[in-house]
């Protein structure tokens, strides 16, 4: 079984400054990681995803995470933030083995960006 | 190109009744899955439909069923609905069902169960 803990529910931010979303994952095989953002009133967004190859993964809108596989972890990391990334983050896995790659959400972390 | 549709938008049912939401998938998608979301938490997997199919199922009670037609579509039934189905419930299509593989979101259908 899998399970997602995303260390902040909350965190807001300054306009232009950096920010980090924690996320570490327990699971008893291997996994690939996702990170999806919810805008109010909408459906899930593919930020970025790790299947293999370099730890380090590029998104949209400006967002990377890192793979950590000793400390199970993949933050999402931003060098600037703006408004218009306020919203809800989710980080998620699905096994590497598992038929049809059902997703295990965590709880969700909510960044607002303020001006 | 649409992409994952679902429909109503909003349901409101009272406690012991039941609800059918419906979801079309992305174009040349396959696969459809569900989710239960509350309020305030992450995504819960439901179940997942490829070729007609149920493949894989959450924890979630047989009050909990489903359908995907020819065309890909797919339909959550919840019979004797409870307070606690209140949530957002997500639909997401891919191709396939190789690990992985991303799923698109539709906007979802908010449920309120009085």
């Known amino acids: 079984a899998q399970s997602v803990t995303q260390l902040d529910s909350q965190v807001p931010v300054f306009e232009e400054a950096p920010v980090e979303l924690r996320c570490n994952y327990s699971?008893?095989?291997?996994?690939?990681l996702f990170w999806y953002v919810q805008y109010p009133n909408q459906g899930l967004q593919l930020l970025l995803k790790?299947?293999?190859?370099?730890?380090l993964v590029k998104g949209i809108n400006g967002f990377e995470a890192e793979f950590n596989k000793s400390q199970t972890s993949f933050h999402l990391r931003k060098p600037s933030v703006h408004i218009s990334d306020t919203a809800e983050y989710f980080c998620?896995?699905?096994?590497?083995?598992?038929?049809?790659?059902?997703?295990?959400f965590g709880q969700g972390t909510e960044l607002s960006v303020k001006p | 190109d649409a992409g994952v549709t679902q429909s109503p938008t909003h349901l409101i049912k009272t406690r012991g009744q039941q609800v059918t939401l419906r979801c079309s998938p992305k174009?040349?998608?396959?696969?459809v899955s569900w989710y239960q979301q509350a309020l305030g938490q992450g995504p819960q997997f439901i179940f997942q439909?490829?070729?007609?199919?149920?493949?894989q199922r959450g924890n979630f009670p047989d009050r909990f069923s489903g359908h995907q037609f020819p065309n890909y579509s797919s339909e959550l039934n919840v019979n004797a609905l409870l307070l606690g189905d209140s949530a957002l419930y997500l639909c997401?299509?891919?191709?396939?069902?190789?690990?992985?593989?991303?799923?698109?979101f539709g906007p979802g259908t908010r449920l309120t169960v009085l």
């Open positions: 699971s008893s095989v291997s996994v690939y």
């Open positions: 997401a299509s891919s191709s396939g069902l190789r690990p992985g593989t991303e799923q698109f």
């Open positions: 439909y490829y070729e007609e199919e149920e493949r």
């Open positions: 174009s040349g998608h396959d696969t």
């Open positions: 790790y299947l293999s190859g370099s730890t």
């Open positions: 998620a896995v699905s096994a590497t083995d598992g038929q049809g790659g059902k997703l295990i």
